[in-house]
């Protein structure tokens, strides 16, 4: 623990005072949330994104602003995933794919110079994914304005709303892209994994309701089941069911899911 703080304190120390203080600045604005991050982010970092336009942490910050403002009447959501892809493309098209692929495919040494490209590369891998997530997660938002636009939807259905293909080739190709980086399988997908499946076609939702539960059981290889499967998993397993038709089960389900996560305790 303490080699690695002489690192940390190593690279810390190659930065002037002024990218320090720039720094602390970021730091700042990105632990702040709902209006105090929106305030912070009009009071200093507009400012520092014109000093430093292609200062990737402040882009990243930039992104995750405008990802976490509220839609109003003003600001509706269709113009909110707009600024959200812009801001996505303006992160994305700073960090050079190719060296970053590289750069994981070998193995480095123990030396300062090797630590800092390590760290370097490492922010950068763990930004792309945050930015190509809020890229999928815009269009789908984006894609689903569009259909509530056009009245889709209005039965109250979970999925299955007749996209056109050509938004859907936008968000299949989004997919793809974020699919080199990370494990699509991982259960905080789970939820737009069970999306994309449903509206994709063919669909098969029956082969889909299979994946889920097994997911939910646990890997069958470990012979245990997980010890607290994610809830987007059990709402991914009650939208297909509705998707289906199979309401007896899907109420079943549904009271199975009040039971496991409870809006409050009684307290004893």
């Known amino acids: 623990m303490g080699k ?34 929106q305030e912070a982010w009009a009071a200093f970092g507009a400012a520092l994104l014109e000093k430093e336009p292609d200062f990737l942490p402040l882009l990243k910050l930039r992104l995750q602003v405008v990802d976490a403002r509220e839609v109003t009447e003003e600001a509706p959501a269709a113009a909110k995933f707009e600024e959200c892809l812009a801001a996505v493309e303006e992160v ?5 794919a190719t060296a970053l692929a590289a750069h994981f495919g070998v193995k480095l040494g123990e030396d300062l110079e090797s630590k800092k490209a390590r760290k370097k590369f490492a922010e950068q891998k763990k930004t792309l994914i945050d930015a190509l997530t809020k890229r999928v997660n815009a269009i789908k938002g984006s894609i689903e304005e569009q259909m509530k636009q056009a009245g889709a939807g209005e039965d109250g259905g979970f999925v299955d709303l ?40 063919p669909h098969r939702p029956g082969q889909l309701l299979e994946q889920v539960t097994k997911r939910i059981a646990g890997d069958e290889k470990a012979k245990t089941a ?43």
């Open 162 to 201: 007749e996209i056109p293909a050509e938004r859907m080739a936008e968000f299949e190709a989004a997919w793809k892209e974020l699919g080199k980086w990370t494990d699509l399988n991982d259960d905080k997908f789970a939820k737009v994994n069970t999306w994309r499946c449903m509206n994709s076609r």
């Open 4 to 37: 690695k703080k002489e690192d940390e304190d190593d690279l810390s120390d190659k930065l002037s005072v002024a990218e320090k203080y720039r720094d602390m600045q970021v730091e700042y604005i990105g632990k702040q949330k709902g209006k105090e991050l």
């Open 92 to 96: 994305v098209k700073r960090i050079d």
């Open 226 to 268: 997980i010890a607290a499967p994610a809830k987007d998993l059990y709402l991914s397993r009650c939208e297909i069911l509705e998707s289906l038709g199979w309401n007896h089960i899907l109420a079943r389900e549904r009271v199975l899911l009040l039971q496991r996560y409870p809006a409050g305790y009684t307290p004893f």
